[in-house]
């Protein structure tokens, strides 16, 4: 892709590391490192989508966007859900940070049980089934 800034990484190896990153974050016990770990395989998802249906038109002006507008502006089907991973994107950088107490173990739960939804969305939404 002309204009961009670094190699992207095909769909198929975000989706993989999308799946990995969910079942890191299964298997995490602390909360704040479940919501952090599930976000980023949520934003790893919408990379998926980006790298198939961005397209470069050059540098850009102004501020960077976001993946999660990026996605909504790309992926209309998908807005709903950028905009639910855009809302959650200050308590992740929270929790990466290891603030106590930002996030309950059920917010940890019901994000990683989103960003598993998600995941599947974006696999039918590109047309792909990752085995796993």
């Given amino acids: 892709m002309a204009g961009t800034s670094g190699p992207v990484l095909p769909a198929a ?4 590391l999308s799946q990995q990153g969910l079942r890191e974050a299964a298997a995490t016990q602390a909360p704040g490192e479940r919501y952090a770990l ?9 990379a998926a989508v980006l790298s198939c ?3 470069s ?3 850009s002006r102004g501020r960077p966007k976001s993946a999660w507008v990026l996605l909504a ?3 209309p089907e ?3 859900w950028a905009q639910f991973f855009a809302a959650g994107a200050r308590k992740r950088a929270a929790a990466e940070a290891g ?5 309950t173990p059920r917010e940890a739960d019901d994000l990683l049980r989103d960003a598993q939804s998600f995941l599947s969305v974006v696999e039918t939404t590109l047309q792909v089934r990752m085995a796993g």
């Fill in 99 to 103: 603030m106590a107490g930002v996030v």
């Fill in 53 to 55: 249906r961005a397209q």
């Fill in 57 to 59: 038109t050059g540098p």
């Fill in 13 to 16: 190896t975000l989706l993989q």
């Fill in 73 to 75: 502006q790309v992926a």
């Fill in 78 to 80: 998908l807005l709903e």
């Fill in 38 to 46: 599930s976000h980023l395989a949520a934003l790893r998802a919408a």
